[in-house]
């Protein structure tokens, strides 16, 4: 997946604004002049910036705005994840791309990203926005060895995951999980999680975690009907992002806690959930599909379920539900 344009990319975007040469390039990765000219036509075509330097070749002088695979390994030092990316400019959804990748038996740690898509979804088909470029609009494929009524606590683990590269990416805002798949920041939703599984009767073949986290909209980006629930990273940091960056550290930081989770459990993982939790310890409301739940939220239990504690004292567990605060 690695190919030859993306190796010459490498190489400009490493050779820190100084000029190489077309013969440079030719001789050090074994091919033609005619060859590499054809590769920085593309690049350009991409919306790569060169200078021409006499006798002395191309200078980078921007890259566009995109979250392809060429700039991603720069900054990547995962082992797995993200290793193969799948990048489009538009899709229906990451998810379905990512179940007809599982079927054509993609590795663990495979990425599914696009600058946009036509139908993303969330929860039980509800529709996702997903403006072009402004956001990450991607599905994660994993393949870890754990049973099937596991997959619930993918859904926190990731949760977990991107609430910690955010903290450590940006530093004016405090994000919150609410249980199970938000992260809000302020109040206002600026991150969803879709987990979808992949299983035979005792294993799970993958997992399918889908992430939509709103980047650099400005409120009028969003539709009218999420612009009062709905915030990006830009809103709240008050400078636009780099996404490329934060990607590789969403991708590095899923790496290190669903394998802490499969190497050593819920425990530190239910630990940092609770600490970035906006739902424990607060009165909500959880729709189920068969019933209405109040009471104060306890806490998570090492499946993932939401104790409920009601008005007269009795706990309950939900599994699933929409949650009002
Ligand atoms: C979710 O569902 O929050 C899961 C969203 C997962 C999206 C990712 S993007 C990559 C991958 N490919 C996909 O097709 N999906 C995944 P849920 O909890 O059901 O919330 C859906 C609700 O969130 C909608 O009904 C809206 O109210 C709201 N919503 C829609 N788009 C939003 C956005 N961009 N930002 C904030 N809220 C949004």
Known sequence: HFTMKDEILKRFLTAEGEPISGQVLADELNVSRTAIWKHMQTLKQEGYEFETVKK???KLLSVPDKVDMGQLQQFLTTERYGRQVHYYETVESTQLVAHEL?????PDGTVVIAEHQTAGRGRMMREWESTEGQGIWMTVIIRPDVAPHQAPQFTLVTAV???EAMKSSFKNFT????WPNDILINGKKTTGILTEMVAEADRIQALLIGIGINVNQKIDDFPEQLQTIATSIAIEE??????????????ESLE???DEYVKNGFGQIKQLWEQSSGTIGKRVKAT?????VEGEAVSITE???LEIRQANGEIKGIYSADIEL
């Open 175 to 178: 994000p919150e999980i609410k």
């Open 288 to 292: 189920t599909l068969r019933e209405v």
């Open 256 to 258: 290190k806690y669903s």
């Open 238 to 251: 008050g400078e636009p992002v780099e996404r490329v960056h934060f990607v590789a550290n969403v991708l």
């Open 161 to 163: 995951a991107i609430v």
């Open 56 to 58: 002395r070749g191309y």
């Open 303 to 305: 499946s993932g379920v």
């Open 102 to 106: 599982i079927r054509a038996g993609a």
